[in-house]
Structures are given as structure tokens and as C-alpha cells.
């Protein structure tokens, strides 16, 4: 007879994290340096927190949507904007700062076609210069390497 709850059951997960700790650790101060070039560029945290939450919608990780949805929050991000996060183009209520780190987040995230990719990210380096610009591409390219490390991990939200 089979256990019905058996299908229920998720199978053990593999921290890379914790069977690589001198990676992690590298990853970790990578994402250290990430912030200090953003917060030298005078990028706000929130803009921060809103990149890295969309890029975790769009990989649907579930670990990092939970801190980067507490972390925005604690930023002073609005809940209206969180709540509409996924809609932004359409919900009218971001800065423009706001908007360019979002469209970075997707199209590091999404990598469109060569031609749209390139269109995406030129305006972007046009509206916010070489620092900004530089230091929100690496944020996101950061962001997608901690959702694929907790997705491969299977991390869970902590209760």
C-alpha cells in the first residue's frame, strides 16, 4: 500500500551554501561590495530592494521574495508599490529612478533578444550615468546569483 502523504513530502535539500562555505563566503562579499558601490553611486536602498524583488518574482524564489519583501519594507517602499510590483510599468506610481533599476532587472534577469537587450540598457546608461548605471547592473546580476543559489538549494522562508 502506498502512503498518500509520500507525494507531500519534499525531498532533502543540498545547501551549496553550506557544502561550500569558502563560496558562499565569496558570494556573500561579493553582494557586500555590490552595496557599497550602490550606496557610493547614491542609489537608495528602496530602489535597491524593488530591483532585487522583481528579479525574485520573475525567478519565483520564494526564499529571497520573503526577505527582499521584508527588506523593502524596512527601506520605507510603500505597500501599494510592493503590492503592484509585478505591474509597474502600468501602475504609475515609481520614480523614474525607480523605473530605469526595474527595467535593468529585467532585462539582466529576462535577457530579451540582443537588439531589445541593448535598447533596454542604453537608455538606462543614458538616464543614470556610468556610476549608477554600473552599480545597478551588478546589483542585479548579484540578485540572480542568490535566487539561483537558494532555488538549487531549495532554502525555505524562515517562519
Same mark, same amino acid.
Given at each position: 500500500m502506498t502512503n498518500p502523504e509520500a507525494d507531500l513530502e519534499e525531498p532533502a535539500s543540498f545547501y551549496l551554501d553550506k557544502a561550500n562555505p569558502a563560496i558562499w563566503k565569496s558570494l556573500v562579499a561579493f553582494r557586500a561590495k555590490v552595496h557599497e558601490a550602490t550606496d557610493a553611486a547614491g542609489v537608495p536602498r528602496d530602489a535597491v530592494e524593488l530591483l532585487s524583488l522583481r528579479i525574485s518574482q520573475i525567478n519565483r524564489c520564494t526564499?529571497? =521574495?520573503? =526577505?527582499?519583501? #521584508?527588506? &523593502? &519594507?524596512? &527601506?520605507?517602499?510603500? &505597500? #501599494?508599490? =510592493?503590492n503592484v510590483l509585478p505591474a509597474w510599468r502600468e501602475a504609475g506610481m515609481f520614480t523614474v529612478l525607480e523605473r530605469v533599476a526595474l527595467d535593468i532587472a529585467e532585462a539582466i534577469t529576462l535577457l530579451p533578444d540582443d537588439d531589445e537587450r541593448a535598447a533596454i540598457l542604453d537608455r538606462a546608461h543614458a538616464e543614470l550615468g556610468d556610476e549608477r548605471f554600473s552599480a545597478l547592473c551588478w546589483a542585479a546580476i548579484s540578485m540572480n546569483a542568490f535566487n539561483r543559489l537558494s532555488i538549487v538549494s531549495r532554502h525555505k522562508v524562515r517562519l
Open positions: 526564499y529571497c =521574495l520573503d =526577505l527582499h519583501g #521584508r527588506q &523593502a &519594507a524596512e &527601506a520605507g517602499v510603500p &505597500a #501599494r508599490k =510592493l
